[in-house]
């Protein structure tokens, strides 16, 4: 019997496995729980991936900055927006994870109880900087106060082409939604139709409660808890939507992403979208020639004036946090004006300011096609409004119950019936019992 | 016997499955050629309408490999894929190499159905446990991270490699056991020493099918975990490349070509091995 | 045999002491196999039938993440089948697989026929043929996304070119019955070499003679096929096809980085509606009841397959 060779591999085989194995162990144990003396102070700080991939790079060199000047750590730990809601889920129920993270919707009231109150560095911020927008109040104050500090928002104008509408012999971007669907019907015969989602992704309800506001129109009432879309005004919002999709629009708006827009406005066909600024950087990046014809404008008006629901998002300090004087201060740092528009130049105009005196930046005055951009904070609200965002919108939204309205009427279901659907959800999404899809 | 058959003949059967054979090396060989070329072109060429997409007009640019590498984190998604592959083999090989002989060669009460038992896991998708393997996995305190990974993919490893070195064991002959047992070895040096040698074979094909297996694993990654750092490269790739309305498309194929490279080299290095187990099963088994 | 501890004390030996009593109880052969097959058991027991039950016990109950609810009985079962959504699955998932396997099966059993002639090169095609299968499927479909994008589509680009249908040719991904095709196309590019080279294998196996002696009868090639290479093959087949049946019901990767679902929910299948009802909406309970859907289907299909193979 062969003595040698046999006998080493099994030994040796046995040793490596159990050597990996406790190495892994070793370093799983070293990993989790490191003691506290050797370490320096570590601010955990969970982020999203941004769009522009620049800005995460300016986010994270500004925190090396801030580290090294407060002799500490700043670690920024970055993930898709989508799998977000989940993760923070998570770390609220095992009430361990980062120290402070980018906040979205309704989070600050979501887990109003879990969330360290930050009126203090509110009211410094906003001396210093000239005062928040009414907006940032309106997403962030809970009941027991300031529950996160609005961060940037994101601009939801109208992007339009305008060799399209020179064509069709209109000098101007429409002002109010009639306008566009006036225009709509002309552009759509030149074959340069309109698109704004009806599907199951979020810039189809960002649309949506920007033209129901326009109208008067609501989803839910201010005690955020009466649905409140059976009115005439909805009835007119979805009789102007049923118009624009026979008219105006294609049927494909139906099965959009949120970068169908994109898409369609970069193929060439689309004439106007309602979107963020993604479509014409992307062409600029690209270097596309279409990009010459691209401009933007103010989101369209309505009989109730002008409003628009555009991401905004904040940053909270969980309550579970051992660093939260320290992320405080990075958060202030981050405020500082050469800080902040050091990062909104990294993000090509993406991010806008909360506070008024940092929207006074060149990047937007001095380019004609985003100078009227941050003026749109004036007509923002978070959505839910005149609701103050909480589960019930939350649950609106996750399930995308306007947008399902509009295509039920679209596709052929008599406006009352669908608004009386809508209602219905409404209702159980109050009642937390929504049900799938 | 053999029907004697003309050259002729003969070279008109080749004939006959190149030709039918061609559609369906191009269908199979296409998406790959289609990854390569965008990877290379640039942006203004990708984005054209008016392009030709089966090559590239205005010259290959290596613009969309430095985004992957500097602007992502996915030298670090290629080494969670290869730290987690490679831990998660060894788990399974050894359990699996116990589990394998156990069943194959030695009589006990309820051997049969321990092996059907474990059969049976193998068909159990993993569609069905991740749900609640993600909550076990925030209750042992591994959520979003590669451990929870390392823990997870030995469920689906096991019963296939188990089940594999099952069909192995038993093609070595009982006579070589028995003598080194009368010989006075104990089981376990005639596993180690005498068996399992001679299954050498079989346990390349579990260590390559497992490896396989780890590295393209898709629905646990996607559920364990969140934070761009702790990914794998398969879940990396296709996340964080599409950023909201923002694909990066050559930077996609990029990457979906370079996290399958690994796997294409073993693959043609161990082809033999891995066409013999796939067809283990079918036919030993 | 060892002489054993008994002999030894018999003729007055000292005994070999304890821990050669235990090296006895060890080497016994069901100690022996009971111990070797416990990590196995063990990891199979808490981390798949634990898991499995507790997938039960959520489908029972009202649990959602982050908030562990009360049991509900089959109200979850209740909503999802009164669910347009639900329903839509399931017709997809039959639709999806029923089509999926008919196409692998034919032209699986095809490329297989193929293969098995003595071709050179033998060896390098078999090696192109599997190689769909062995890449990573997630990235894979990347390509094909982009081959089906809606604008800068290579599919159309190429159909409108050899004027097989007009421009702009249609949204793959975007259009009901497309998306399904395209999804089903992925599937069975991916599926197909799994198909091929074991049903290879069983072709393989069958002896030279039985074909040469069909072949002598004067039996067409066809008839040939049909009466005895088919029979010859069934049991290979009906393996095949058993696991292939499982994998595309349980097909999660190919729709997930598709289609996510859409769209309007034309291709979901049970894993993609778990994960976006059980993960993304929190919905846990009404998740693990859509996934444990799959479950009673496929035991059905388990269970006649191997009575079938089991026949021949």
Redesign the interface.
Known sequence: MDQTAPRSIPRRRFLRTAAGATAGMASWLALRKAPAYAQKRELTFLSWNHFVPAADDELRKQAETFGKANNCTVRVDTMAHLQMPTKIAAEAQSQSGHDMYRTASADPFLYENLLVTMDDLVAKLGKQGGGWYNFAAESCQTKSGWKAIPWFWVSFPGTYNMAHFKKAGFDGPPKTWDDLLKMGKVLKKQGNPVGIPISHCSDAHSTYWSVAWSFGGKVIEADGKTPAIVSDKTAQVIEWYKELYKDAMEPEVLSWDDAGNNRFILSGKGSWIHNPISPYNAALANKQPIADDLNHHNSPGGPAGIHSAPPNLSLGIWKFSKNQELAKEFIAYLFQKQNFDAWIVASNAFNHPPLKNLADHPIWARNPKFAMLPKEADYAHPRGWPAKPNEAVQRIDDNYIMADMIAKAVNGMPTKRAMDWAQEQVALAVKGQLKVG | ???ARSRGARIR??IF??A??AP??F???F??Y??IV?SFKS??E????KS???WIQSGAIIDHYA?LFQ??DFVTWMKNSLLVAV?AT??SL???I??G???AR????G?AA?GT??F??Y??????????????V?WL?L??SI?AL???Y??FL??FC?WLLMGYFRTIPREVEEC?L???A??IQTL???V??MAIPGVVCAVLFSF?LC??E??YA??FI????NKT???G????LI?????F?GS??A??LL??IP??IV??LF?DY??SG??A???K? | MAVGPRVLEVAGLPGPGRRARLREWWEQEHIFGYGLILPAVVLLITLVAFPFGMAIYFSLSDYWVGSPGAFVGMTNYRDILANETFRQTLQNSFVFTGIALTLKIVLGVWLAMLLSRSLPFKRIIRGIVLLPFVIPTALSTLAWLWMFDSLYSVVNWTAIRAHLINAPGPNWLGQAEYAMAAVIAVNVWRGLPFFAITVLAGLMAVPKEFHEAAEVDGASSWRRFWHVTLPLIKPVLGVVILFSTIFTFGDFNIVQVLTRGGPINTTHLFATLAYQVGLQGGNLGQGAAISLFIFPLLAMVVFFQLRYVRKE
């Open positions: 016997m053999a029907t059967s080749n499955a190149y039918n054979l369906y090396i269908f199979v060989l998406p790959f289609f990854m965008t942006n203004a990708l984005y054209n309408l030709i997409p089966f985004l602007k992502t831990v060894t788990v050894v359990i699996s116990l589990a002989y156990s069943l030695l009589r006990f009460r051997a321990f038992a474990i049976v896991t068909l159990i998708p993993t569609t069905l446990l991740f749900l609640p393997l993600s909550q076990v925030v305190g959520a979003d451990y390392m823990v997870v030995p469920t096991v019963p188990t080194a009368v010989d006075g104990t089981r180690s020493r005498i399992l040698p396989t590295w393209n898709f629905t996607l559920t969140s934070q761009s750092a490269a398969v879940v790739v296709t996340s964080d950023r909201g309305d923002i694909y498309w996609l194929m990457g979906a996290a399958s796997i294409v693959y043609v082809l891995y066409v796939l067809t099963g079918a036919v088994g």
